[in-house]
């Protein structure tokens, strides 16, 4: 959907804008698994698989100083987002250290003026629209011409600061009633075991 296109009322303060406008996008590769020079180092790599929350802080696989200069991998620094574009589109993590890339991942390179956590929640709250515009019959990825154009509303830097505190609130209170629930789930099966 182009931004044009885009027909639902935002909140004062807040524009409709794309991914392009939002960052530069950066693509990674893979050094070659022939070469054991490249694999090993202390620099972090990482694939699809490392994609699996708010932050990444470290990667299953690390490359060489060597590695990253043979290939068409790239350095993420932290803050920048990590988006998958291929096998599992739309995941995301921002990244707490440099982290190189493989090719199934891009580096979203925030500007000036958004927060990394809001554009995380935002990134996360779209995921349909990472999934609807990829493309391929074994395994599904996002074109960069694809991403580049997909809408997403953008409010003012202190909203965005708002939003994360709400939603960082929200995540909380949904932690202590989890801890709360397993203490529960706890002593029913204390209680049972009295009774049997």
Do not use: C
Not at 6 to 20: D, F, H, R
């Amino acid at each position: 959907m182009e931004k044009g296109k885009q027909t639902n009322k935002l909140p004062e303060g807040w524009i409709w804008t794309n991914v392009s406008e939002l960052f530069v996008i950066i693509g990674g590769g893979t050094p070659t698994k022939n070469n054991s020079r490249y694999w090993g180092g202390n620099i972090n790599w990482a694939s699809v698989k490392d994609i699996k929350s708010q932050y990444l802080l470290t990667t299953e696989d690390k490359i060489t100083t060597e590695g990253v200069e043979s290939s068409s991998t790239k350095i993420a620094n932290a803050g920048d987002i990590v988006l998958v574009t291929r096998i599992s589109p739309g995941q995301v993590s921002i990244v707490k250290s440099n982290t190189a890339i493989n090719q199934d991942l891009k580096i979203l390179k925030l500007f000036g003026g958004m927060n990394p956590s809001f554009v995380y929640f935002l990134l996360l709250s779209q995921n349909q629209q990472f999934i609807k515009n990829a493309s391929g019959t074994t395994v599904k990825g996002i074109k960069v011409n694809n991403l580049k154009n997909i809408v997403l509303p953008l409010p003012p830097l202190q909203e965005q600061h708002r939003i994360v505190e709400k939603i960082e609130s929200i995540y909380s209170e949904l932690g202590q009633a989890d801890k709360g629930l397993q203490n529960v789930k706890q002593q029913l099966q204390i209680y049972r075991q009295a009774i049997m």
